[in-house]
């Protein structure tokens, strides 16, 4: 298996842009988590998704941020407007259970985002 | 709600031992794991404890205490390869939440 599976893996962007970041998880896995860090933040989780159905949004910062997951393989995670604050480094992890009992996240190598 | 509490950065000479530890606060707790990231790198998962006591994994080992909502990561015969970010992550409430990680540096 390749893994979980980010794109892009850099991005540079102007204030105002829209900004797309996907991932491609393990196959077979049901869970898909999107975190962001930062050195201030840590890494937050923003979403994750569980058999393809958002159970918990609450870390999503505001409505500029929206994520899907369309299908068991893939997911988006959006910001539109993007702002310089929203510069971090962008993870998605897939797993192979929820997130309750053992849980074992594979990550993907991450979207780095700066917004100028 | 959930927080966790880490230490910040830690300085070791190789061969030696460190203990990374971690107190977390949350309803609904199932387990805690530990997770290593090297620079630019992704997290990786390194252990889990859903129960009381540890867990040894080579040289690494991880431990609970759910009475007092505590744990550490013990590293052993510290390499150069392990300077890196350890981050602790508790699942609670549905949520797998990370703390702010503990830099360990080894020198030679």
């Known amino acids: 298996d390749a893994g979980v599976i980010q794109s892009p893996r850099h991005e540079v962007t102007e204030m105002g842009q829209e900004v797309t970041l996907r991932c491609k998880p393990i196959?077979?896995?049901?869970?898909l988590f999107w975190y962001r860090q930062t050195m201030m933040r840590g890494l937050e989780l923003l979403i994750y998704?569980?058999?393809?159905?958002?159970?918990?949004d609450s870390g999503m910062p505001e409505d500029r941020f929206s994520a899907k997951m369309p299908n068991a393989s893939f997911s988006t995670l959006k910001i539109q407007p993007s702002e310089p604050r929203d510069s971090a480094v962008y993870f998605c992890?897939?797993?192979?259970?929820?997130?309750?009992?053992?849980?074992?996240?594979?990550f993907g190598a991450g979207s780095r985002l700066t917004v100028l | 709600g959930q927080s966790l509490e880490q230490p910040s950065e830690v300085t070791a000479v190789e061969g030696a031992i460190v203990q990374i530890n971690c107190t977390y606060q949350t309803s609904g707790f199932y387990g805690l794991s530990w997770y290593q990231q090297h620079d630019g790198g992704a997290p990786t998962f390194l252990s889990y404890n859903a129960l009381d006591g540890l867990e040894e994994t080579g040289r690494f080992s991880s431990f609970l205490s759910r009475s007092d909502s505590y744990g550490y990561l013990l590293l052993q015969e510290l390499q150069m390869k392990d300077s890196a970010s350890y981050f602790c992550?508790?699942?609670?409430?549905?949520?797998?939440?990370f703390g702010k990680g503990n830099q360990v540096v080894v020198i030679p």
């Open positions: 998704f569980n058999n393809n159905v958002p159970i918990d």
């Open positions: 992890a897939s797993s192979s259970q929820g997130a309750t009992g053992a849980n074992v996240l594979t």
């Open positions: 992550a508790v699942e609670g409430n549905n949520r797998l939440a």
């Open positions: 196959s077979g896995h049901n869970s």
